[in-house]
């Protein structure tokens, strides 16, 4: 599948990332793919091996005569994440990414695309097998999980990589280099809450909440868009006027993904349902007024059920939960002082669910602050508590600390400035690259990140731009190079 990718240019870069997207790699399902690099490593004659995790290294030495030129660690991840649109059924751990070209972007068919990090991974290999390139020693870095946990940088073995500049490759915007990101945590909320059996005269039907553009939790949280369960909780919060009760709820799959569509069940007295009807077309109009321009798509509906479900929470329990919800931190908390533009804060609720009275809510907080962090950890604790819920932070992981006077900066706008014609702008990006994680493991690393432009990444929208793949592929190239010759 998706021969056509061996007809774009820079073809060795467009040829591995066919493998990938081929090569089914969802976070936590990577040991395929693994397995295939491998193997090809073994034919390029390229030494591999991996660490405790599961992380893989794939090492190739220096061009004759510049043994001594600093060596290269190229970085990317090997997960990708795993959205597809509702209504399109596919089987990330075992079903290709279906790829096509469409006016200068490559995009997928109904899901992600990957190219988050799948166009570094691919040049790196690329690079790798360039045997008409100078370099020093490299290193291709290849991390597990990180769209989940970061468990790879997170575990990476201290002592193993023996360069001393990196370049991360997991960037999404042409024209731009980062020297910083944002740390982050998740906040995992869970309760058991009290249910009772719906009475006589009540009614089960569903609320759904879809046709939102969703996006990248870090990247695109200042952009105004809408949250899936943000909006939905808003909504029933206003059908409390009509004696519902929640019997269960579902919106977002993934923490570090903007929810695109959220679904609840709820039961509420049969005469009452014209009303909420009518009810919910009014706030589908509010919605798209308010998010004109930017989410207009959003489509609330309500369909009858035709059987009553066992258990719906009590009344109390249903205004509670449905208080606290609506009362969460969301979205941008505070833009940076020190690097205007950028956020320093922000919390995405990313995935709620309601089973059988089980409540879990998983967030995820970032900030160029780990103070921040703390700080709205603690506010969900305390929020949460009112209801009897437990709240817990997993997976925290901290910032890069910018450094602009770095020597691998300057010779990347060097670099920039003769290959491209402009000077890069110098980013620290609002999300949770694993350049951080990595710097507090080998801290005497010099590290930059850059890429291509990809555009709604974490979302079936996701794109390429393939003319900025190509300028991307001439970067690196030539970084490396420019990194085995000796500095006058």
């Known amino acids: 599948m998706n021969e056509h990718l061996e007809h774009l240019t820079p073809q060795p870069l467009w040829r591995h990332f066919r493998t990938l997207c081929n090569t089914p790699r969802p976070s936590g399902h990577e040991a395929e793919l693994v397995a295939v690099l491998e193997r090809w490593a073994d034919g390029c004659g390229l030494a591999h091996d991996r660490d405790d995790f599961g992380n893989l290294r794939i090492r190739k030495p220096a061009t004759a005569g510049h043994e001594a030129a600093p060596g290269v660690i190229l970085q990317g991840h090997l997960d990708m994440v795993a959205q597809a649109n509702a209504d399109h059924p596919h089987d990330f751990t075992r079903d290709p990414i279906e790829t096509y070209v469409d006016d200068g972007w490559l995009r997928a068919r109904h899901t992600t695309l990957g190219a988050d990090n799948g166009l570094g991974v691919a040049a790196a290999l690329a690079i790798l097998e360039d045997d008409a390139l100078v370099h020093g020693p490299l290193e291709a870095l290849f991390t597990l999980e990180e769209e989940t946990s ?26 731009e280099v980062f ?16 249910t009772a059996e719906p009475s006589a005269g009540e009614v089960a039907v569903q609320l759904s909440l879809t046709g939102l553009v969703g996006g990248h939790s870090g990247i695109d949280i200042h952009r ?18 009509f004696d519902i009760r929640l019997v269960s709820y579902r919106g977002g799959t993934l923490r570090n993904a903007i929810p695109r569509e959220a679904f609840a069940t709820l039961v509420l007295p049969a005469d009452e349902v014209t009303a909420v ?12 007024a308010e998010l004109a321009g930017i989410d207009e798509g959003v489509v609330l509906s309500l369909k009858p059920l035709k059987d009553l479900p066992e258990q719906a929470l009590n009344a109390h329990a249903s205004r509670m939960l449905l208080a606290a919800l609506n009362a969460a931190p969301y979205g941008v908390e505070r833009m940076s002082t020190e690097v205007p533009g950028v956020v320093e804060t922000s919390n995405n609720l990313g995935v709620v669910s309601l ?44 910032g890069w600390t910018p450094d602009p006077d770095s020597p691998l900066l300057a010779r990347f706008r060097h670099l920039h400035r003769q290959l491209v014609g402009s000077d890069p702008a110098v980013k620290v990006i609002h999300a949770g690259l694993e350049c951080g994680i990595l710097a507090g493991k080998y801290p005497q690393l010099d590290m930059i990140s850059f890429g291509p432009s990809i555009r709604g990444a974490h979302s079936p929208d996701e794109r390429a731009e393939l003319d900025s793949v190509s300028e991307f592929w001439r970067l690196l190239r030539g970084l490396i190079e420019d990194l085995a010759t000796p500095q006058a």
């Open 179 to 194: 020297i910083g990101c944002a740390g982050g945590a998740d906040i995992v909320v869970e309760a058991q809450l009290p």
């Open 277 to 288: 009807k009518r009810r919910v077309a009014e706030l589908q109009k509010t919605l798209r």
């Open 355 to 398: 089973e059988k009275g089980r409540f879990h809510l998983c967030a995820l907080v970032r900030s160029l602050r780990d103070s921040a962090t703390a700080d709205i950890a603690d506010r969900f604790r305390g929020l949460f508590e009112l209801i009897g819920a437990r709240t817990r932070v997993e997976h925290a992981y901290p």
């Open 224 to 241: 105004g868009r809408g949250n899936a369960n943000r909006l939905l909780i808003r909504v029933l919060r206003v059908l409390e006027a």
């Open 150 to 175: 970061m468990g790879g940088a997170m575990h990476l073995a201290e002592g193993w990589l023996e360069g001393s500049v990196l370049l991360n490759l997991d960037s999404e915007d042409r024209g």
